[in-house]
C-alpha cells in the first residue's frame, strides 16, 4: 500500500513557476513509478509526466515539454514536479500518482495510487 499527499499548488500569474512535491508512505515506493496527472474543470483527468522507479527516464506530455520537469527522491520518499512559464491553459487540480505498471502509460486507469490532488491556478 502506498499512500500520496501532495502540496504547493497556488494562484500565479502566467509566466509564472511553481513547485509541486508529494510525498509517499508506505512500502516499496522506490519500486513504483511515479507522476503527475492535472484535471481540469470539465475535462477529463489527463497525463502531464511520470518519472521510471529509479527516476533515470522521464516522459512529458507535448503540452508541457521543456517547461514541466519531474524529479524523484527514493532516499526521502518524495517526487516533485517544477513547473515554469506557466500558462493558463495550465489550470486544474494536480494529482500524485504511483503505478507498479509502466511508468510510460498515460491511462489514468492503469495508475495504482492517488493522492488528494492539490489547485494550480494560473491567470492571465
Do not use: H
Amino acid at each position: 500500500q502506498v499512500q500520496l499527499v501532495e502540496s504547493g499548488g497556488g494562484l500565479v500569474q502566467a509566466g509564472a513557476s511553481l513547485r509541486l512535491s508529494c510525498a509517499a508512505s508506505g512500502r516499496a515506493f522506490s519500486s513504483y513509478g511515479k507522476g503527475w496527472f492535472r484535471q481540469a474543470p470539465g475535462k477529463e483527468r489527463e497525463f502531464v509526466a511520470t518519472i521510471s522507479w529509479g527516476g533515470g527516464s522521464q516522459y512529458y506530455a507535448d503540452s508541457v515539454k521543456g517547461r514541466f520537469t519531474i524529479s524523484r527522491d527514493n532516499a526521502k520518499n518524495t517526487v516533485s514536479l517544477q513547473m515554469n512559464s506557466l500558462k493558463p491553459e495550465d489550470t486544474g487540480v494536480y494529482y500524485c500518482a504511483a503505478t507498479s505498471g509502466s511508468y510510460r502509460s498515460p491511462a489514468p486507469a492503469t495508475w495504482d495510487y492517488w493522492g488528494q490532488g492539490t489547485q494550480v491556478t494560473v491567470s492571465s
